[in-house]
């Protein structure tokens, strides 16, 4: 007997528990990554160059890398996690079939959905929305209010929450392989980057090349929420900051060059994506 494919077993999964309306479907899933980071552990290859070779966004199960936990490896949080949310349909299929995750940009902004993982983006095509699932809060948070685009209420409960602004996104799984030709509409680059190896090899992608709007913070700002990351990311970020100001670039210029623990760099970049936008600068500070 054939064997259900455990993407339809995932979304199936999922959409017997969702409720609400349809989405607009005029939304975008937003995917967050730093594209000047190097690609793994002892690799001179920046994320950029791996997407422009492989020409496929992949998951941390294929990757082994990720801005969140790493923690994708059988019996890990994220095996836990996603066989638990998914009826155990990739315990034991093809890692590339595995749920790619971004946030859903229900608020339109322009930096994405979920800067705290990445100072860029990919902008998924309308079409990828027919396979994607999402719940609120994060998965980390074992959420019980799960969606699918044909059934959706949890831009509502993200609205009405009092989450922090790098929190308060809907996450989306994008399940199933993701190319970047056929399935992404933009890479979307902050523009701290343009001039650099970055937009060069941008340029090589199967798909359009955007920018945003772009993330700049002042250590004045930084040094106002010393709560935020702690004293010792604050002084961290005065050391790597030129001018008294933070970006994306001189962010992974100093993760790339050492010297520095770079979950403490993480911590950083979570200062400048929350303090480095006009909206960030007012909007208060939760948790």
Same mark, same amino acid.
């Given at each position: 007997?054939?064997?259900?494919?455990?993407?339809?077993? %995932?979304?199936?999964?999922?959409?017997?528990?969702?409720?609400?309306?349809?989405?607009?479907?005029?939304?975008?899933?937003?995917?967050?990554?730093?594209?000047?980071?190097?690609?793994?552990?002892?690799?001179?290859?920046?994320?950029?160059?791996?997407?422009?070779?492989?020409?496929?966004?992949?998951?941390?199960?294929?990757?082994?890398?990720?801005?969140?936990?790493?923690? &994708?490896?059988?019996?890990?949080?994220? #095996?836990? =996690?996603?066989?638990?949310?998914?009826?155990?349909?990739?315990?034991?299929?093809?890692?590339?079939?595995?749920?790619?995750?971004?946030?859903?940009?229900? /608020?339109?902004?322009?930096?994405?959905?979920?800067?705290?993982?990445?100072?860029?983006?990919?902008?998924?095509?309308?079409?990828?929305?027919? *396979?994607?699932? #999402?719940?609120?809060?994060?998965?980390?948070?074992?959420?019980?209010?799960?969606?699918? %685009?044909?059934?959706? *209420?949890?831009? &509502?409960?993200?609205?009405?929450?009092?989450?922090?602004?790098?929190?308060?996104?809907?996450? &989306?799984?994008?399940?199933?392989?993701?190319?970047?030709?056929?399935?992404?509409?933009?890479?979307?680059?902050?523009?701290?980057?343009?001039?650099?190896?970055?937009?060069?090899?941008?340029? /090589?992608?199967?798909?359009?090349?955007? =920018?945003?709007?772009?993330?700049?913070?002042?250590?004045?700002?930084?040094?106002?929420?010393?709560?935020?990351?702690?004293?010792?990311?604050?002084?961290? &970020? *005065?050391?790597?900051?030129?001018?008294?100001?933070?970006?994306?670039?001189?962010?992974?210029?100093?993760?790339?060059?050492?010297?520095?623990?770079?979950?403490?760099?993480?911590?950083? =970049?979570?200062?400048?994506?929350?303090?480095?936008?006009?909206?960030?600068?007012?909007?208060?500070?939760?948790?």
């Amino acid at each position: 007997m054939k064997q259900p494919d455990p993407v339809e077993r %995932a979304l199936a999964h999922v959409r017997a528990r969702a409720s609400g309306p349809a989405l607009d479907p005029t939304l975008r899933v937003t995917c967050s990554f730093h594209p000047d980071r190097f690609a793994g552990p002892g690799s001179s290859e920046l994320v950029i160059e791996r997407l422009a070779r492989e020409g496929v966004y992949a998951s941390q199960f294929v990757t082994g890398t990720s801005n969140g936990g790493l923690t &994708a490896f059988e019996g890990g949080d994220r #095996f836990r =996690w996603e066989s638990a949310l998914f009826g155990g349909a990739y315990d034991a299929a093809d890692p590339d079939l595995r749920p790619k995750y971004g946030a859903l940009n229900h /608020r339109r902004r322009s930096t994405g959905a979920s800067p705290r993982f990445g100072s860029s983006y990919i902008r998924l095509a309308a079409h990828t929305l027919e *396979r994607t699932t #999402f719940c609120y809060p994060d998965s980390v948070d074992d959420p019980s209010d799960l969606a699918v %685009a044909t059934a959706c *209420r949890l831009t &509502a409960l993200a609205d009405a929450d009092t989450r922090d602004l790098l929190d308060d996104y809907v996450e &989306a799984q994008v399940h199933g392989h993701l190319a970047l030709a056929d399935d992404v509409e933009a890479v979307v680059l902050d523009p701290s980057f343009r001039g650099t190896r970055v937009e060069d090899v941008a340029q /090589r992608l199967p798909c359009a090349v955007e =920018w945003h709007h772009g993330f700049c913070a002042s250590v004045p700002d930084i040094e106002a929420h010393p709560e935020y990351r702690g004293h010792e990311i604050v002084a961290l &970020a *005065r050391d790597i900051a030129l001018d008294g100001r933070l970006t994306p670039r001189l962010i992974g210029d100093r993760a790339r060059l050492g010297g520095a623990d770079l979950q403490a760099v993480k911590r950083v =970049w979570h200062y400048t994506a929350r303090f480095g936008t006009t909206e960030g600068r007012g909007t208060p500070v939760t948790h």
